[in-house]
Structure formats: C-alpha cells, structure tokens
C-alpha cells in the first residue's frame, strides 16, 4: 500500500527556492545600503559636532578674554600669534597668548609675565585642525579680528569675529 502525499507536503521546488534566495538578497542590500547611509551619517554629524566644538572653545576664550584685556599687541596680533593683557579681578592681571602652531594646532598660554611666543613647550592645545593663512588681526591695540577654520575629520567650519578690549587696569604688563 502506498501512501499518498499531501500536496502541503511536496516541499520547494528549485525555482522556488531560486525565486526566495533572491527576494532575500534584495532585502539584505536593502537593509546594508541603509545600514551604511546611516553609518556614514553618523560619521559626518560626529566630524562636524567636534570641529563646532573646537570652534566655541577658541570663540570663547578669544571672546571673554580679549572683552577683559587692557591692551593687545599689534606687533603679534596679525597672523598666528596674539598676545592680551588680561583683568583677573579687580586689580589683578595676566599675560595670555595664542598661537597656531606649524601642525594647524591652536595653543594657549597663560603668565604673570611676559609669554615667549617662540617656544611652545607648555603650552595647552585649544584646538586641531585650523587652517592655515593669518587667523588674528589687531588694527588698533584694542581692537581683535580673527578668522579660520575648524577642521575634524571631513568636516569644515568657518568662524569670523571680532572683539574690543574693554578693561582699564593701571600698571598691568608687560607682556610681550
């Protein structure tokens, strides 16, 4: 006696199973190209949130220094280095410096005397990544212009400004 089959049970015929392989291939490249849409995505938000980053921290040190500097120096105010006497407190004062760095590092300095802006050794590094070309100019001893770039990884933001020396302080300096 043979036993007859269900037709439930016959199985996948080889087109079938041609035909499944490839619905699932379409599906799998489906899912990778969004997978990696998003990766990339992440990369170029995670660039350009450390290049804004980098740019406020040296926005505002520029900033909130050079509004409480008596007097910054023109001689060293145009191009990579800037150097400001800064107001502490009510009667206290400091020497502070920035310098871009031959490598597009920015760094920062800060004294109770003058600052040697030829030697970077202690210096802390601000931020990476900046263009080069001059970034700081002085067109009076009180006033600061500066412009660059941030840079990290593919990512690129430009940042201008300018800021004015708003301290009086009697006897602060020298600094440079």
């Known amino acids: 006696m043979t036993r007859r089959q269900d037709p439930d049970d016959d199985g996948l015929t080889l087109v079938e199973l041609i035909l499944y392989m490839l619905i699932a291939g379409v599906v799998l490249v489906l899912v990778s190209s969004i997978f990696i849409n998003g990766w990339g995505a992440q990369v170029a938000t995670t660039d350009r949130d450390a290049a804004t980053g980098q740019a406020n921290l040296v926005t505002a040190s520029l900033q909130k220094s050079i509004r409480n500097a008596t007097e910054i120096n023109p001689s060293t105010g145009s191009g990579d280095t800037l150097v400001a006497v800064v107001a502490t407190g009510s009667s206290g004062w400091e020497c502070r410096a920035w310098k871009r760095d031959a490598t597009g590092d920015l760094l920062y300095k800060s004294s109770n005397s003058v600052i040697?802006?030829?030697?970077?050794?202690?210096?802390?590094?601000?931020?990476?990544?900046?263009d080069d070309g001059p970034i700081f100019s002085a067109p009076s001893s009180t006033r600061l212009e500066y412009s660059f770039t941030a840079s990290a990884g593919s990512a690129t933001v430009p940042i201008n400004g300018a800021v004015k020396a708003q301290a009086v302080i009697q006897g602060a300096g020298p600094c440079w």
């Open 116 to 130: 040697d802006t030829s030697v970077t050794t202690g210096w802390a590094t601000l931020a990476t990544g900046i």
